[in-house]
């Protein structure tokens, strides 16, 4: 499967975006979809998945309460609706895929998009 992540822009705190992640081929629904981000300086950090029906979500601490991770299938599209963002919410933002994950890991996820830029200011 390959991604497309957008949405990313420069925001002020306590702005809102939402990042979309676009799919192509028939097997995207079996997979699993995780959104990771990296600052400069930092390693890549998990910050949201979806399982592949949607029925579970998972979240870092740091974003619980302000991110929201949400998939149409018709549409092969996750979504990640970020409010509230605040300037340590600044980096590239992944979205990534595995029809089997069992962890949070970037090594848990086969496929990768190319990064979209979130820049918050304060």
């Known amino acids: 499967v390959q991604l497309q992540a957008s949405g990313g822009g420069l925001v002020q705190a306590g702005g809102s975006l939402r990042l979309s992640c676009a799919a192509s081929g028939r097997t995207f629904s079996s997979y699993a979809v995780g959104w990771f981000r990296q600052a400069p300086g930092k390693e890549r950090e998990f910050v949201a998945a979806?399982?592949?029906?949607?029925?579970?979500?998972y979240y870092v601490d740091s974003v619980k309460g302000r991110f929201t991770i949400s998939r149409d299938n018709a549409k092969n599209t996750v979504y990640l609706q970020m409010n509230n963002l605040k300037p340590e919410d600044t980096a590239v933002y992944y979205c990534?895929?595995?029809?089997?994950?069992?962890?949070?890991?970037?090594?848990?996820?086969?496929?990768w998009g190319q990064g979209t830029q979130v820049t918050v200011s304060s």
């Open positions: 979806i399982s592949w029906s949607g029925g579970s979500t």
């Open positions: 990534a895929a595995d029809p089997d994950v069992t962890g949070r890991g970037p090594s848990d996820f086969g496929s």
